[in-house]
Every structure is written in structure tokens, then in C-alpha cells.
């Protein structure tokens, strides 16, 4: 292989690598924000519940 060749494989190679990245640290993000969304409704259930008695 020739340098231009190595050099455009690496390229290949990064683009696909930094596209599954996006995709793994997007979903990540997503299901923290779900998680967090679901604790504050929970929380404020609970602080519901309370002030009702």
C-alpha cells in the first residue's frame, strides 16, 4: 500500500469510528436526561403525596 492509500484508510477508518461514537455518547445522553426526568417526577409525586395529609 502506498501512503495516500494507508492515509485514506485511516481517515475511513476514524470517520466510521467517530460516527459510532456520536451515536453510543447520543444515547447515553438521551437515557440520562429519561432517567433524571423520571426521578423528578418521582419526586415530585412524593412531595405531592405529603402535602396532601
Known amino acids: 500500500m502506498d501512503a495516500l492509500t494507508s492515509l485514506a484508510l ?14 453510543v455518547v447520543r444515547s447515553g ?3 440520562g436526561i429519561l ?4 426521578r ?3 419526586r415530585d ?3 405531592h403525596q405529603g402535602s396532601q395529609r
Request: cysteine-free.
Open 29 to 31: 445522553v438521551r437515557d
Open 35 to 38: 432517567q433524571a426526568d423520571e
Open 10 to 23: 485511516t481517515a475511513v477508518f476514524g470517520a466510521i469510528f467517530l460516527y459510532l461514537l456520536y451515536f
Open 45 to 47: 409525586h412524593q412531595e
Open 40 to 42: 423528578r417526577a418521582a
